[in-house]
């Protein structure tokens, strides 16, 4: 059974600092695609970040460019999302999601990822 665990949630001020982690059990890690999504208080879930198993392709949603940094550590079965300069409407539930099938240009959608943790509530407060 897959299962993937996120935390590094938390409460940030504006222009601070978290990083999140979810680690992935159940199935070898690299046979996933990562994604992180979120969804904000009462907005749908949108994608954030997505990463290719190796690592070595990374794609942003756009209101999160150049502020968040996607990544993998293979040996530790573990993705992260570093974000930094934090702002009020980064306020969400971030989730990470694990795809099994080929990494392609609808890695942003939902519906490609196959299993998903249960979610850490980032809240920033101006």
């Known amino acids: 059974q897959v299962q993937l665990v996120e935390s590094g949630g938390g409460l940030v001020q504006v222009g601070g600092s978290l990083r999140l982690s979810c680690t992935v059990s159940g199935r070898t890690f690299t046979s996933f695609a990562m994604g992180w999504f979120r969804r904000a208080p009462g907005k749908e879930r949108e994608f954030v970040a997505t990463?290719?198993?190796?690592?070595?392709?990374?794609y942003y949603a756009d209101s999160v460019k150049g502020r968040f940094t996607i990544s993998r550590d293979n040996a530790k079965n573990t993705v992260y999302l570093q974000m930094n300069s934090l702002k009020p409407e980064d306020t969400a539930v971030y989730y990470c999601?694990?795809?099994?099938?080929?990494?392609?240009?609808?890695?942003?959608?939902?519906?490609?990822?196959?299993?998903w943790g249960q979610g850490t509530q980032v809240t920033v407060s101006s």
């Open positions: 990463i290719t198993r190796s690592g070595g392709s990374k």
């Open positions: 999601a694990a795809d099994s099938g080929l990494f392609d240009s609808s890695n942003w959608k939902e519906s490609k990822y196959d299993y």
